[in-house]
């Protein structure tokens, strides 16, 4: 396991361990509570100072929300009611602050569940709120506004991406979080985004063909014979991989839809496209483990293991069609990945979710629920230990320090989700 000097991480005090093994009686798991209890009395005591500019799940207060929504379903032995109490009233109160913000007026050119109103109306559909007067009334409007703005993202002819930070894979993870909620959202919803992003992909790896674009960005790479997949996606003109802007995230976003929604991907579509494109993501794997950035200079660049960009974004979407096709090369690819994770997880920006270390915490709990191998959960229970000092370890301090995406709230719910490590799952974008 190499340790490589990319200027972006911590080097790893665990590395050498010999023989990683985890107390039996399972007293890490309070240790952690204790220490989550505590950071979760500072993230209760910012929240009436942050302001209702930002309500995005992203970096806004509707992710703050969703982990007081999942802080509430925390076991009570790891936990007491107060705290459990005051996780549902704060979930309640942010809410209500987000949905008397959001602006459906702007939803024709973002449907994302991570960065626009949606991200509001889908905790509208998942807290329940007494002080709302009809609380069923309440949360079938919101889930009725996300269903309407379905017609943005079925789109075919608009600017919108297909990436979930800002496109219509965003909006697929906020349908699939409202099912996991045992909401009845419409087959056929699912199946005319999913046929959106598909006949995008096509378009967009037909273009790549003619005009000779992916040959000129595979052209002085190491991987310069690797034929193009049938499936091609960009955000902003740059073909990205990772699990924000790219291929990672939209294939993991897909194969998940594929199991929990079989009529709305085709087996054709999967066979032909999907897993296609899924084996050529694996073939970009670097000798290091790591995956780049994006095609084209990225390519050999090995500096980047964020689930943005990066290891850490691949590794659940290699697990998930290991899940899929029981193919081991996918699983192996994965376990690679892992082991550059484990190496170069414990990032300098933070312990937050998109580029930071609770972040790679989450691909090793992923490699834990697939192969059972306690290896991995003692890694994530380590990565664990260093995020309840999150404050110390960082050298900067994020531009939204207490949200979910870059700060504290996705710090915690990485810890809640320790707790209870088979089920843990990775916020509004997770593998199944």
Known sequence: ?????????FKNPWLSDCVPQLPANEEWKKDLALSMVKLVTVLTNEVSNLTTSDISMYTGLSGIGLFFYRLCNVDRQFIDDSVKSGAVSQSQKITRRCLRHVDLDRLYKNVSVFTSSIGALCLGALVEDPEHGDVRMTM?????????????????DSAMPDEALYGRTGY?????????????VPVDVVSSVVNAIVQSGKVTAKRYQSEGVYRSLMLHSRRSDLPMPPLMFEWHEKAYLGGAHGFAG?????????????EAVSAKVM????????????????????WPSSLGSSLDRDVLIHWCHGATGVVPLMLAAYQLTSDKRYLERAIRGGEAIWARGLLHKGCGLCHGSAGSGYALLD??????????????????????NCFENRTR????????????????????????????????????
């Open 140 to 156: 079938d409007k919101c889930f009725e506004q996300i269903i309407c703005a379905s017609k943005f993202a079925m789109k075919t």
């Open 367 to 388: 490699l834990y629920r697939t192969t059972n191998d306690e290896k991995y959960l003692y890694r994530a229970v380590k990565f664990g230990e260093w995020c309840t």
């Open 172 to 184: 697929l993870c906020a349908l699939l979080a409202l099912s996991n909620a045992r909401r009845d």
């Open 397 to 432: 301090i994020a531009d939204r320090p207490y949200s979910l995406f870059e700060g504290l709230a996705g710090t915690l719910y990485f810890l809640a989700d320790i707790l209870d490590p088979k089920q843990a799952r990775y916020p509004l974008l997770s593998g199944i």
């Open 250 to 262: 939209i294939l993991l976003t897909l194969i998940k839809v594929s199991q929990v929604y079989q």
């Open 1 to 9: 396991m190499a340790d490589i000097a990319d200027g972006r991480h």
């Open 271 to 290: 066979d032909d496209l999907v897993m296609p494109t899924v084996q050529w993501m694996g073939e970009l794997q670097m000798d290091s483990g790591n």
